[in-house]
């Protein structure tokens, strides 16, 4: 049986909320990647003290039926779901490709859908649900790409930055009981798909990615 947490998670909502690295010449310290068309996405628990019970570090992405084409997205302590990064080099450059994964029979797309921030959970009103449903998936969620120091995708299930007029600072903005992740990409393989299918992997992307993100020990890494 498998384990399903609901993903009880957020990261910051707009890549353009991603800090820049500013002023002094820093000397990258990444941990070492490879690259890959196809990737799991695991969970990164980066606030340690808030992890849910169970932990969900380490769990991976992955898609709960919730109709015809229509999965919730959730976190699982098996295998997740493979993905990749769809769009061309523009796109991808510019943040404007989305991350696919392939489903069905015959395989077609499924895009990772993100609400907007005036679009609200049917199950928890306050909240921006995610879910991985047939199409192209929400523009603009995608990989975060070098300088950043990590390849992460911030997942935007049920919170928004806000913006603090005071500090003029973007701010997390987790609710109780929640646990903010950044979803790290794994290398796997793209299988190939069959004859017949409606998904197509001529704009896949190859991916910066890890061999193994359990093992990646943060401490050592930084910017
Ligand atoms: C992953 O989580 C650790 C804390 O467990 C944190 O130090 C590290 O910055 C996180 N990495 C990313 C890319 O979020
Ligand atoms: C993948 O990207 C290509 C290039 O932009 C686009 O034509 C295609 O529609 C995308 N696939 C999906 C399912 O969005
Ligand atoms: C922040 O500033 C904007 C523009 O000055 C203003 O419209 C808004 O009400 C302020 N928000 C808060 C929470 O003070």
Same mark, same amino acid.
């Given at each position: 049986?498998?384990?399903?947490? *609901?993903? #009880?998670?957020?990261?910051?909502?707009?890549?353009?909320?991603? *800090?820049?690295?500013?002023?002094?010449? =820093?000397? &990258?310290?990444?941990?070492?990647?490879?690259?890959?068309?196809?990737?799991?996405?695991?969970? $990164?628990?980066? /606030?340690?003290? %808030?992890?849910?019970?169970?932990?969900?570090?380490?769990?991976? #992405?992955?898609?709960?039926?919730?109709?015809?084409?229509?999965? /919730?997205?959730?976190?699982?302590?098996?295998?997740?779901? !493979?993905?990749?990064?769809?769009?061309?080099?523009?796109? !991808?450059?510019?943040?404007?490709?989305?991350?696919?994964? /392939?489903?069905?029979?015959?395989?077609?797309?499924?895009? !990772?859908?993100?609400? %907007?921030?005036?679009?609200? @959970?049917? *199950?928890? &009103?306050?909240?921006?649900?995610?879910?991985? $449903? =047939?199409?192209?998936?929400?523009?603009? +969620?995608?990989? #975060?790409?070098? &300088?950043?120091?990590?390849?992460?995708?911030?997942? +935007?299930?049920?919170?928004?930055? *806000?913006?603090?007029?005071? %500090?003029?600072?973007?701010?997390? $903005?987790?609710?109780?009981?929640?646990?903010? !992740? %950044? #979803?790290? &990409?794994?290398?796997?393989?793209?299988? /190939?798909?069959?004859?017949?299918?409606?998904?197509?992997?001529?704009?896949?992307?190859?991916?910066?990615?890890?061999? @193994? +993100?359990?093992?990646?020990?943060?401490?050592?890494?930084?910017?």
């Amino acid at each position: 049986m498998s384990l399903f947490a *609901t993903l #009880l998670a957020v990261g910051a909502a707009s890549l353009a909320s991603a *800090t820049p690295l500013q002023g002094r010449q =820093v000397i &990258p310290n990444y941990p070492p990647n490879e690259l890959s068309t196809g990737f799991r996405l695991v969970a $990164n628990v980066t /606030d340690p003290a %808030t992890d849910l019970t169970p932990s969900v570090d380490g769990w991976e #992405l992955q898609g709960i039926h919730t109709g015809a084409g229509l999965n /919730d997205a959730v976190l699982t302590s098996e295998t997740g779901r !493979i993905f990749y990064h769809n769009g061309t080099a523009s796109e !991808i450059h510019y943040a404007l490709g989305s991350i696919l994964s /392939d489903g069905g029979s015959p395989p077609f797309p499924y895009g !990772i859908y993100v609400q %907007t921030a005036d679009e609200f @959970d049917a *199950t928890y &009103p306050a909240e921006h649900d995610v879910t991985i $449903n =047939v199409g192209s998936g929400t523009i603009g +969620v995608s990989l #975060l790409a070098f &300088p950043d120091p990590y390849f992460y995708f911030t997942v +935007v299930r049920f919170a928004y930055d *806000t913006f603090n007029n005071a %500090t003029a600072q973007f701010e997390r $903005n987790v609710p109780a009981g929640c646990t903010a !992740i %950044t #979803l790290i &990409p794994e290398c796997d393989v793209l299988p /190939d798909l069959p004859e017949g299918s409606l998904s197509s992997h001529q704009f896949a992307s190859p991916s910066k990615c890890y061999e @193994d +993100v359990s093992a990646i020990n943060w401490p050592e890494y930084g910017p």
